[in-house]
């Protein structure tokens, strides 16, 4: 059967940039508050949605997430992301996720890989398309983690993971963890690239009393203000970053020809880069802005592509979090690199830049042996900020405190984790893990992870990893690989210890690792990584060592975030016992 030919593409050079107003998915009527608990009700859904790519061109189809608790979402026209969900530390609440999607994927689908409907009879046009919602960051319990064989459709068919054989799936999020910038996406096995770039993501913000969001009125006499003393209401906003391809009339185009001769049609890919920049749904936006400081959320929401962010002007970010909760103290940076999957939470501080246009940038080549394809006029550009709003005095000014954990009105300082000692070898319980990459039967690309010890290992593979619930263990990833992968695990928040350059004998690309090497001293993450995070960069011939406790039971995952990857086939289940 000849492959339909490529509709044409839109120009991204066309697309008008910082005219789209940004929004502000914390605004209020566009987020859950779900601060006090309770049962909320979100579908999953397609619509058209405005990208804010040009007069004349139309709206795309998109996926999105829809809750009758946030009013304005739906009347605003949003069909793409999802509301952000604003939760309270230690008070749990209950989402029923629905899925009404129609029986047609929006994006090309290669069903050769292992995906959700390998060996059974369904398929999308009988029995929906399979979808499973992940908290990434968050402290799940195993049967509310959103595993990728926890997938779901929307005719009730069902992985061995779902709830029940429905198309409502209701999960319980305790939310037992510190404030923080987490987020969900979808995570259906084989098929997470697709169901992302479809728009299947959303922000998931965890206040506690000492981060509460709020922002001090002077004209009430109640202090609203956060006692941290950052900002807080208008002045923070989350910003959730995509790279996305479009065809000439406006629909998302995602590419999927054969990357070598003889390959399935459609086929995965190695990885995706767009050519066109979306900052929460919107093509390069623009966000007016008072002379003063705001709080920014940073997600890199973007299948393959990381972003080295930088301000011209020289203006710094002041990061104060990490994926998951508030570092120690500020640090300055000029430049802020995302891998996918990240997040970072920052400061930045506008006070002396009134009637000025300032650009986010990136500069990000990538360290993959594809490079990353860099245009400085379109994917070097994420979106504008003009300083044109005058400063409201009823608001006061928010300078970044000089710490952020351990003093007065603030949680307690970041400990280093202990490691379990291994009783029979007196040292820390370690695991040697490794990242590879080898060909597929179809001589395409395929990333995989494995231990030391036994090589690559495929998602089908037995489980090799089991932890003892409530030890604290070391893990280490050896990148045998010309890329860089960002590791996400699923349950935990992990320190980084250290990176490493190793050599190693292998008998193939996928073997086992013998006669390793240590090259050099350790190198200490930086000091904007020094916090807890649950996705770490491994750079190759590097090895990344981190520390995490493992608290629930249960089955979860491990995996490169670089959702091409992920999808082929590069996770792994493991075992909390």
């Not at 859904?45 to 795309?60: A, D, E, W, Y």
């Not at 050896?478 to 928040?493: F, K």
Request: aromatic share 10%; net charge negative; with cysteine.
């Amino acid at each position: 059967m000849a492959r339909l030919p490529v509709p044409p593409l839109l120009n991204p050079r066309t697309v008008p940039k910082f005219v789209n107003p940004l929004p502000n998915l914390l605004a209020p009527g566009f987020f859950i508050d779900a601060r006090n608990g309770g049962t909320f009700n979100i579908s999953i859904s397609q619509g058209t949605h405005n990208f804010g790519l040009g007069t004349g061109i139309p709206q795309g189809q998109a996926w999105g997430y829809h809750s009758s608790s946030a009013q304005l979402w739906d009347a605003a026209g949003l069909n793409y992301l999802g509301p952000a969900i604003v939760v309270q530390k230690d008070v749990p609440i209950t989402v029923n996720w629905t899925s009404n999607l129609p029986k047609q994927h929006l994006l090309p689908v290669d069903t050769s890989l292992h995906w959700a409907f390998t060996r059974t009879n369904y398929t999308i046009s009988n029995d929906g398309v399979p979808v499973v919602t992940h908290l990434h960051g968050g402290h799940n319990r195993s049967q509310y983690d959103g595993l990728p064989d926890a997938w779901f459709t929307s005719t009730g068919k069902g992985g061995r993971l779902a709830i029940n054989n429905g198309n409502v799936q209701p999960y319980t999020y305790f939310n037992d963890q510190e404030a923080g910038n987490i987020w969900y996406h979808d995570h259906a096995l084989g098929i997470t690239r697709l169901n992302v770039y479809a728009g299947l993501a959303g922000f998931y913000i965890v206040r506690d009393r000492y981060d509460t969001g709020g922002h001090d009125d002077l004209r009430t006499p109640q202090n609203e203000g956060n006692p941290l003393g950052l900002p807080g209401g208008a002045y923070e906003i989350p910003l959730a970053i995509q790279d996305r391809q479009f065809t000439a009339n406006g629909q998302l185009f995602y590419p999927s020809a054969p990357p070598v001769p003889g390959a399935p049609d459609p086929s995965v890919l190695p990885e995706f880069f767009g050519d066109t920049i979306l900052v929460n749904g919107k093509a390069w936006p623009v966000l007016d802005v008072e002379p003063r400081q705001y709080r920014f959320r940073l997600l890199n929401g973007s299948d393959s592509r990381s972003y080295n962010l930088f301000f011209d002007g020289g203006v710094k970010f002041s990061q104060i979090g990490t994926d998951v909760a508030l570092l120690n103290a500020p640090v300055d940076v000029n430049k802020l690199f995302l891998a996918p999957g990240e997040r970072a939470d920052v400061v930045v501080d506008f006070s002396k830049l009134a009637g000025k246009t300032i650009v986010m940038q990136n500069n990000a080549g990538g360290p993959m042996r594809r490079p990353t394809i860099l245009d400085p006029q379109t994917t070097g550009q994420i979106m504008a900020f003009r300083v044109n709003k005058p400063l409201d005095p009823n608001y006061p000014l928010t300078p970044v405190p000089a710490t952020l954990r351990g003093g007065a009105n603030q949680p307690a300082a970041i400990a280093p984790l202990t490691p379990t000692i291994d009783p029979v070898t007196g040292q820390p319980i370690t695991k040697k893990l490794a990242l590879f990459e080898g060909m597929d039967d179809a001589g395409r690309i395929k990333p995989q992870l494995g231990t030391v010890a036994n090589g690559a290992l495929r998602w089908e593979d037995p489980i090799t990893e089991y932890v003892k619930l409530g030890n604290t263990e070391v893990w280490e990833f050896y990148n045998t690989t010309p890329d860089a992968h960002p590791i996400h695990l699923h349950q935990t928040s992990f320190q980084i210890l250290n990176r490493q350059k190793f050599t190693a004998t292998q008998l193939s690309p996928t073997a086992p690792l013998t006669n390793i090497n240590l090259l050099g001293q350790p190198k200490l993450p930086a000091a904007n990584e020094a916090g807890w995070k649950d996705t770490v960069v491994v750079n190759p011939g590097e090895v990344a060592r981190i520390v995490a406790k493992f608290d629930l039971p249960g089955e979860y995952v491990w995996h490169c975030h670089i959702l091409s990857h992920e999808d082929h086939e590069m996770m792994r289940p493991y075992q909390i016992i």
